[in-house]
């Protein structure tokens, strides 16, 4: 394994142990909000992203068990508390805050998830790439839920949004890209490496 494959492998494992205490935390406070919301249709999408996130954290866990690894008990301990705070919150603060921090948070998911996609690839573990990108996607289907929710809301359209993601199609375009340019960069160097009497790393 070359050095970049090890440390790729290196920061998937702690960028996929964020993840899956992150996705816990996230668990948690969704439970809390689809509780504190009147809407029926509300309640219902609010639980299937909770349920999202849980699949999402069994995925993650299993990825990890796969490496060899496993998650971080500082981050899990931090997470539950988190997340179950989060929950209660969402019961005193009001219907827009939850909606409007809910949305931010899968804004990141899915660089997060975009971004182990990429530490897979480079570490030679190609078989993880998929689930992580399809996560990626639906953590952009939360976002996207979130962000509609708010901008409903007659201060939420005053509100400064969070970057909107590109759209969801790009997420495994902008990643097949990637492997192009990456081969095709190492079709041109790799020679000149040779030439010169070294080796690639």
Known sequence: MTIQAVESRTKLIALL??????????????RGHWK??????????IQNIENDEW?????VGEMLVNLA?????RRETRANLIGRTLGFLCHV??????????????????????????????????????????MAEVEWDHESYFRARVQEHSLGCHLPLWI???????IRLR?????????????????TLLALGRPPE
């Open 164 to 170: 909107e993601p590109p759209a969801k199609e790009s």
């Open 93 to 134: 603060t009001g219907w827009l805050a939850p909606m409007y921090g809910a949305g931010r948070l899968e804004s990141r998911n899915i660089v997060e998830y975009e971004t182990a996609a990429r530490y897979a690839r480079e570490c030679g573990r190609s078989d993880l790439v998929d689930c992580l990108l399809e």
């Open 55 to 59: 699949r999402h954290r069994k995925l």
């Open 175 to 191: 990643f097949e890209r990637e492997v192009i340019e990456s081969d095709q960069n190492a079709a041109c160097v790799s020679p």
């Open 69 to 73: 690894s496993g998650p971080s008990r």
């Open 17 to 30: 142990q964020l993840a899956y205490s992150g996705e816990l935390a996230a668990a948690h406070a969704y």
């Open 36 to 45: 504190s919301v009147r809407s029926a249709a509300e309640k219902t999408a």
